[in-house]
């Protein structure tokens, strides 16, 4: 069973930082993408940053300059590092990722059970 457990919520000031983790596990032959998404409460899901295997990175303008995403391909772990965080930061953050169990089957997207981040003012 592939299963991605996330891992760092929790309570922050505004300006402070916060450390988010992922690992997945399972029967999985490749990982070519491993994201972050968060939701606000009334808001929609929303892209936060993402990493390919090969090294690209893309950030949401919103977060970019403050949080950095980082992969170990070999462990199949993501880390979110959040700096200066704000209020608008927010939600609940959910891991995700696409993911083949074969060279040639089909990607598939899995998403973790998410984990909640508050930043107070």
């Known amino acids: 069973q592939v299963q991605l457990v996330e891992s760092g919520g929790g309570f922050v000031q505004a300006g402070g930082a916060l450390r988010l983790s992922c690992a997945a596990s399972g029967s999985i032959y490749t990982i070519p993408t491993m994201a972050w998404y968060r939701q606000a409460p009334g808001n929609q899901r929303e892209f936060v940053a ?72």
């Open 50 to 121: 993402r990493a390919n295997v090969t090294g690209e990175k893309y950030y949401a303008d919103s977060v970019a300059g403050r949080f950095t995403i980082s992969r170990d391909v070999a462990k199949r772990t993501v880390v979110l590092q959040m700096n200066n965080v704000r209020p608008e930061d927010t939600g609940v953050y959910y891991c995700m990722m696409w993911y083949q169990t074969g060279a040639y089957t089909r990607a598939r997207d899995l998403w973790g059970q998410g984990t909640q981040v508050t930043v107070s003012s």
